[in-house]
């Protein structure tokens, strides 16, 4: 038997969910924008300015400018990874969720230019020896990847479903 303690706690987080039906689509559709934008400004910046910060000299093998994290090679790009995977997703659901919205070309081209130097200067701040940028292109792309192929599938599966109606 459920004690009051976890009967509350289940209603409380219950209490906050989307209910379909309940709830306006045009205030889920906003709380997600700002989510969306919020994770993307955390994970640009995180990039801009990399956890602790940039050799400031070309003492001791380092380079001037380049991120301090990158001497930790394997945790470094595990950081790059996920952090790229994260601003690229979100732009994603910024894109998606303007998408036929007025100046949602301006909203394109802005999200593509910050995407670009997002992506300058994670290059600028990792040092040259230490390339292993496919996996951070790759989880640049992965989660565009993903829609599209979420979208042929159920493209497919629709017209299967058709094509078995007329049987």
């Known amino acids: 038997m459920a004690s009051a303690s976890t009967t509350r706690?289940?209603?409380w987080f219950t209490h906050f969910q989307y209910k379909d039906g309940e709830d306006s689509a045009a205030d889920a559709r906003n709380v997600l924008l700002v989510v969306a934008t919020l994770i993307a400004a955390v994970t640009f910046q995180a990039g801009v300015n990399p956890?602790?910060?940039?050799?400031?000299?070309?003492?001791?093998?380092?380079?001037a400018g380049s991120a301090i994290y990158a001497s930790?090679?394997?945790?470094?790009?595990?950081?790059?990874?996920?952090?790229?995977?994260?601003?690229?997703?979100?732009?994603?659901?910024?894109m998606s969720l303007t998408y036929r919205f007025p100046f949602?070309?301006?909203?394109?081209?802005?999200?593509?230019?910050?995407?670009?130097?997002?992506?300058?200067?994670?290059?600028?701040?990792?040092?040259h020896e230490s390339y292993?940028?496919?996996?951070?292109?790759?989880?640049?792309?992965l989660p565009f990847l993903l829609r599209g192929l979420i979208r042929m599938f159920y493209m497919c599966r629709s017209?299967?479903?058709?094509c078995s109606e007329n049987f």
């Open 9 to 11: 706690s289940k209603s």
């Open 51 to 63: 956890p602790g910060g940039v050799w400031q000299d070309d003492d001791l093998g380092h380079k």
């Open 72 to 94: 930790r090679k394997q945790a470094y790009y595990v950081f790059l990874v996920f952090n790229t995977m994260a601003l690229s997703t979100s732009v994603l659901v910024i």
């Open 104 to 127: 949602h070309l301006e909203i394109l081209i802005a999200t593509a230019s910050m995407l670009v130097t997002y992506g300058s200067t994670i290059f600028a701040v990792t040092p």
């Open 132 to 141: 292993r940028f496919k996996y951070v292109l790759t989880a640049a792309a």
């Open 159 to 162: 017209k299967i479903y058709k």
